[in-house]
């Protein structure tokens, strides 16, 4: 079945970077676009950017532009979400989710999250 | 790209229905039928239960619907179940590229 399984939780220090990886398995990569969502400590989703995997191509909301780095390995069905600067608004849980084949724009399957904290 | 406003909560008795809104613009939800409606439960990832406007995805019960009128849409869950209790987050494309979520609603099942 259609599966995204991301990186394990992650601690950082104020400006420093992180990286998570989501792992696509029961569907090619390079069919779907995919997105990327936080959520902070009860409260609500917050979109960050759509990639497409093939080719690479990549969206960013304008919250996150300069900061924000989404990339594939399609040797590994792997996308990559590097996030610099880090903040501790920035801790949050981070999805991966797929887009519909013929709906970009609605997500259909997500990944189980990867907590980030951000603590000096 | 403002977040859609959604109620805080709802609530209803098991049986009952009831009905959330999620109002945004004419530049994201009255602008396009790109509207979903997400449910949450407390340390679990969303899931789709509908997506442009008012479709429902296979395996999702037909007690969810989806409706708009203008820049507000709507999730109505009839029958209410134990399981319907969780958060629902609407979301929309909002044009040039973006997309945003509504507040989230928190559904008590009484």
């Known amino acids: 079945q259609v599966q995204l399984v991301q990186s394990g939780a992650e601690v950082r220090k104020p400006g420093a970077s992180v990286k998570v990886s989501c792992k696509a398995s029961?569907?090619?990569?390079?069919?779907?676009?995919l997105h990327w969502v936080r959520q902070a400590p009860g409260q609500g989703l917050e979109w960050m950017g759509i990639m497409n995997p093939r080719g690479g191509t990549t969206i960013y909301a304008q919250n996150f532009q300069g900061r924000l780095t989404m990339t594939t390995d399609t040797s590994t069905s792997s996308v990559y979400l590097d996030l610099s600067s880090l903040r501790s608004e920035d801790t949050a849980v981070y999805y991966c989710?797929?887009?519909?084949?013929?709906?970009?724009?609605?997500?259909?399957?997500w990944g189980q999250g990867t907590l980030v904290t951000v603590s000096s | 790209q403002s977040a859609l406003t959604q109620p805080p909560s709802a609530s209803g008795s098991p049986g009952q229905s009831v009905t959330i809104s999620c109002t945004g613009t004419s530049s994201d939800v009255g602008g396009y039928n790109y509207v979903s409606w997400y449910q949450q439960h407390p340390g679990k990832a969303p899931k789709y239960m509908i997506y442009e406007v008012s479709k429902r995805p296979s395996g999702v019960p037909d007690r969810f619907s989806g409706s708009k009128s203008g820049n507000t849409a709507s999730l109505t869950v009839s029958g209410l179940q134990a399981e319907d209790e969780a958060d629902y987050y609407c979301s929309s494309y909002a044009g040039s590229n973006n997309y945003v979520f509504g507040t989230g609603t928190k559904v008590t099942v009484l």
């Open positions: 029961g569907y090619t990569l390079t069919r779907f676009y």
């Open positions: 989710a797929r887009a519909m084949a013929d709906s970009t724009w609605t997500i259909d399957c």
